[in-house]
């Protein structure tokens, strides 16, 4: 099976280009896309932003709704937008819920193409926030820096995450807290970089899913950096994500750059 991703589509955007590509991954058994977006550079040499999205995205809809080329543009720096579940793999009951298996993966671990090193930073909305911040705070040495978009914080007490690790992990719940961002913050809070996070207090998911005061809380115990905006009147959506991406992208590339 052909591993190297072959390229397929490309779309020029803010002078620079929007990537597809198409790989057999050997870790999932099935095949994945994800999208590049290559700012303009004359050296083809630049920092990059790794974005993971949430429950039912694919690597498509951070590319389409976020607006995020216009900042990383400016800022030279690429984004990286991996699929985040495997697809075609018929396993049972894969798309018998929305909220978990077929285009609804949650995320544990996230594996870098060997090869590929330089500098990057990640981030990520909803469940995707809960991979950025666990990722980045197990990886601190691999991460400038981390931000996120009304992240799951807090999935050990959450009934999204519960009926993950459930799944995935079993029932033992003190396996469940290597992969919960308010109980790693303890341990790994040596973080040079503020994290970013903004949270819509519109937001349907707001009091039963995201719990974001839980992580501020933990953040103020070991006296780690956090920013958390609460916006008001934002929801859960892209239209909330593409206000404020702007902020996203240039507190990563500040901290890319230095
Ligand atoms: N179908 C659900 C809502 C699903 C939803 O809001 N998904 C979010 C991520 S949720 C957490 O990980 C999302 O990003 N959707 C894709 C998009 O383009 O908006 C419901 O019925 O409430």
């Excluded at 544990?108 to 990640?122: A, N, P």
């Excluded at 926030?129 to 992240?151: C, E, M, Q, R, W």
Aim: some cysteine.
């Amino acid at each position: 099976m052909e591993t190297k991703p072959t390229e397929i589509s490309s779309s020029k955007m803010f002078e620079g280009y929007n990537k597809r590509y198409k790989h057999f991954s050997p870790t999932l058994g099935c095949s994945m896309t994800f999208h590049i977006y290559f700012p303009p550079s004359p050296s083809h040499k630049f920092p990059v932003l790794y974005w993971l999205s949430g429950l039912t995205c694919s690597d498509e809809n951070f590319i389409i709704k976020s607006g995020a080329q216009r900042a990383a543009s400016a800022e030279g720096v690429a984004l990286i937008a991996p699929d985040t579940s495997p697809r075609g793999l018929n396993v049972e009951g894969e798309a018998d819920s929305w909220d978990f298996g077929v285009g609804a993966g949650f995320i544990l671990m996230l594996r870098k193409r060997s090869g590929r090193t330089g500098v990057s930073s990640i981030s990520g909305h909803s469940m995707g926030g809960h991979g950025a911040l666990t990722i980045y705070l197990k990886n601190l040495d691999k991460y400038k820096s981390v931000s996120a978009f009304a992240p799951i914080v807090n999935p050990t007490n959450c009934p999204w995450g519960q009926k993950a690790f459930t799944n995935y992990l079993g029932n033992e719940k003190a396996a469940w807290e290597e992969y919960d961002a308010t109980h790693l913050i303890s341990k790994f809070h040596n973080v040079s970089a503020t994290i970013l996070i903004d949270q819509g207090q519109d937001d349907k998911f707001l009091h039963d899913q995201l719990l974001p005061h839980r992580f501020e809380e933990a953040c103020k115990s070991v006296n780690a950096p956090l920013l958390l905006r609460l916006q008001p009147g934002y929801d859960h959506s892209y239209f909330f994500i593409s206000t404020f991406i702007d902020d996203h992208i240039r507190h990563h590339a500040q901290a890319l750059k230095l």
